[in-house]
C-alpha cells in the first residue's frame, strides 16, 4: 500500500474488446458527431435506464449547464449555493448572470430552503441548487418557493446519476437537470454531460441550441453553441450502461465499509443515507471537527498524503471565496456560516468500484492512528 497510489477516484471503463467493436461499426459508417446512431441510441437507452422523459447529449457537463440557463431565457439574478464545484457558479457567469449565495444545509449539505426564500429580490429568476454528493435537495420546498415566486429551478445533479427518490429519479424534479459524465463521476463517457427535461418542446430547443443554433439546413434561431457528443463517447457511454449497477452496488459495500469503521473515531463524522433515497455514493466525504479529533483537517489530509493517499478537499475554498466571486454582496463573511464551517472540515476519501476493503481499512486505521500521535 505504501508504494501504490490511491487517488480519489478512479474512472470504470467499458470492456476493451467490446468497445474496439463499437469503433469498428464507427470506421465503417465513417460517421463521426452530429447526432449519428450511437449517439441516438444512447439517448434513448439513458432515459430508459434513468427513468427520465427527455435527455440531450453535451460534450460536457459545463456546456449543458451554460446552455440549459440559454434555454430557459434565465436573467438578473439566480441564487445558487456556494458549496458546490466552480462550474456551477461560472455557468451564471458565462451568461451574464449575477450569482447569489445562499447557505447550506448542515444535514444536507445543499441551498438551505429557508435561506432561498430570505435571497429572493425583484431581480431574482432562477434558482440553481446542486445536488451535493448526489444527496438529494429538499426537492419538495424548492417547488413550492419556485411556484409561489414564479422561478424556474434548474438542478445541477452532475453527481446525482441514477439516484431516486422513493422510486422516482431526482433528475425529474424542476425545470431541468444537469448531469456531469466526467471521468471523475460515478457514470463516465470520459468527458460528457447531459440535459434532462420533461417536454419535446423544450428538448428541441436544446437540440438546437447546443449545435450553433441550427434548426434545419439553413435557419438559425438563436446564438447556439457547439456542445455535441461525438460518436465515440456515444459508443462508450452505451457499453457503460452493462456495469452501472454493478459499480453503484460495489460502492456502497466501500461506503458501509468506512461507515463501520469510521463510527468510533471521536471528532471524524461523515453523511448518513437518507430515507427514501437510493444513492449512488460517487462520493465519501468525512467531516474533521479539529477540537475533537485532536487535529485539524489540513493535517489529516497531508498525513494521508504522506502514505499515498490521495484524497481532495471537494468543496474547499467556497466558491464564493474565489477572487472572482468574493467580492459579490452575498459572498461576505458571515452571509455562509454553514458552508464556511463545511469547507474548513470536509476531506472526500477515495471511494470506487474497485477499492479494495482491505485499503478502505487501511485508510480508517491511518486516521484512528493519526488521531492518536
Ligand atoms: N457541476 C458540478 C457540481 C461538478 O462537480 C462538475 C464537475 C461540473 C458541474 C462540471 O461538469 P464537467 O464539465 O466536468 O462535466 C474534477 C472534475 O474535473 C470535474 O468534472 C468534477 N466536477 C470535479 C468535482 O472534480 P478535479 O480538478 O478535481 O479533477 P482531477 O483531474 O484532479 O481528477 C481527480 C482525480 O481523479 C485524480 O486525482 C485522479 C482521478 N482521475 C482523473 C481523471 C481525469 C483518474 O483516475 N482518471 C482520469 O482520467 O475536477
Known sequence: MENKKILVTQPVMPPLDEFVKSLEKIWESKWLTNNGQFHQDFEKALADHLGVKYVSLFSNGTLALISALQVMRITGEVITTPYSFVATTHALRWNGIKPVFADIDPVTLNLDPKKIEAAITPKTTAIMPVHVYGNPCDVVAIKEIADIYGLKVIYDAAHAFDVDINGNSVLNFGDMSILSFHATKVFNTIEGGAIICNDEATKKRIDYLKNFGFAGETK??????????????????????????????????????????????????????????????????????????????????????????????????????????????????????????????????????????????????????????
Open 220 to 373: 438559425v434561431i438563436a446564438p447556439g453553441i457547439n456542445a455535441k457528443m461525438n460518436e465515440l463517447q456515444a459508443a462508450y457511454g452505451l457499453l457503460q450502461l452493462d456495469s452501472i449497477d454493478d459499480s453503484i452496488a460495489k460502492r456502497k459495500i466501500v461506503a458501509d465499509t468506512y461507515k463501520k469503521c469510521l463510527k468510533d473515531i471521536t471528532g471524524i463524522s461523515f453523511l448518513n443515507d437518507m430515507d427514501g433515497v437510493k444513492h449512488n455514493y460517487a462520493y465519501f466525504p468525512i467531516f474533521v471537527d479539529s477540537k475533537e479529533y485532536g487535529k485539524s483537517r489540513d493535517a489529516l489530509y497531508e498525513e494521508l498524503k504522506s502514505h499515498n493517499i490521495f484524497g481532495r478537499r471537494y468543496f474547499y475554498p467556497l466558491i464564493s471565496q474565489f477572487p472572482t466571486y468574493s467580492g459579490l454582496p452575498s459572498a461576505s463573511a458571515g452571509n455562509l456560516p454553514i458552508a464556511e464551517r463545511i469547507t474548513k472540515e470536509v476531506i472526500c476519501l477515495p471511494i470506487y468500484p474497485n477499492l479494495k476493503l482491505c485499503e478502505v481499512n487501511e485508510i480508517v486505521n491511518y486516521i484512528y492512528n493519526f488521531k492518536s500521535v
